[in-house]
């Protein structure tokens, strides 16, 4: 979305304003006043994490009336690629007034993505009010996104991060979507309207502003990409031992059964990703070729394959190389002839002046002085050689 467009000026000022207001400390996580120390500070990171509203989100912050529930079963569901957002939980049950969850996903991996399967009513990790809602007999009628930007690079995850939590932070306000609390006087001039013209419930248990903001908002930005390619690199170590022992169980189990099931998932993952498949292949052949792992010494070549040296070992080039037969000179092919013959015509090497006439060879100009129209036209022109 626009940055000076007005409805985006108008979040940013009120995203800061929450962010530097003055409350009690226990209120607020240090983290926040840190990160947005002042508003030029704040300004560079929302250039660094723009973001796109939702269709409608402009509108409903511009009304002075809430939205109906219509609203939030029309906000986008989060897409495949790779973005953090902050998006709403709608909950229904026949009969009760919806309820309302707004939350944020910043997984520096895979974005916002990675909290949906969260919301399921047997899923271990849900949020306490959303528990009580689906054994309470509710269920999810809509997750759709607030807003979006595009996933940041590691060395700006603490920042972006931040920013979004702010901005969860400031929707959960507007929308009404915690709880009721004696300290809703402190974000009374954040609220666009009242409490009771709301026609859900909500089920926030606390303000995203409570929290704190994970990656290490003290390092720099070439710190934080380092700590990331650490932990990236200790993760696969860990993923790469657990897959290493799963598989070693499943092969003691039924080494028969084990090996199908592995040609299974390999064809199956090579039917669905062709063009990968392919680009996986030239890059083994090149690396193939460049480490000479298929390599001829008689014939000094390398191959990129097994069946490729195979191939090679039974040709009658290489026959010929092991048995010191040398192959005979090339004769020159009808084009390099012809174009010899030109080159040697535009030079005038073999010229009869007498006739104005260029030859490619000296025994054609000899044919030539041969003839009967070059004794006549050299008798017209007696000062020719």
Known sequence: ????????????????????????????NPDFRILFKDRPTFDHIAELGPITLAPGLEDVLNSDQPPSTDFFTTLPRPAEGLMWGVYTLLMFKPDHAFKLYIGSGTNAEGGVLVRLPHYRANSPHLPRHVKKAFADGYEVQHIGLLFWTPLPSSGLVPKIRGRILAMEALMTCIFHASFAMITDSYISDFLLWPRDAVVWEPICSHSPLKEAIRGGIELSEQEVELAAQIRMARLKETNNAGSQRRRSRKREADEELYKQ???????????????????????????????????????DMPFASASALDKHLKTIKHRNQVAGIKKAPSKPSVATVAAKRIQTINQKTFYCSACDKAFPNEHSLTRHEATNLHKKRLGNNPDSP
């Open 1 to 28: 979305m626009d940055l000076d467009s007005p409805v985006q000026i108008n979040l940013e000022e009120l995203t800061y304003g929450l962010v530097s207001c003055d409350v009690p400390e226990w209120y607020r």
């Open 261 to 299: 099931n592995v040609t299974k998932a390999k064809r199956a993952w090579s039917e669905k990703n062709p063009s990968r498949v392919l680009e996986i292949a030239e890059k083994v052949r090149v690396k193939a070729k460049e480490s000479r792992t298929f390599f001829c010494t008689d014939c």
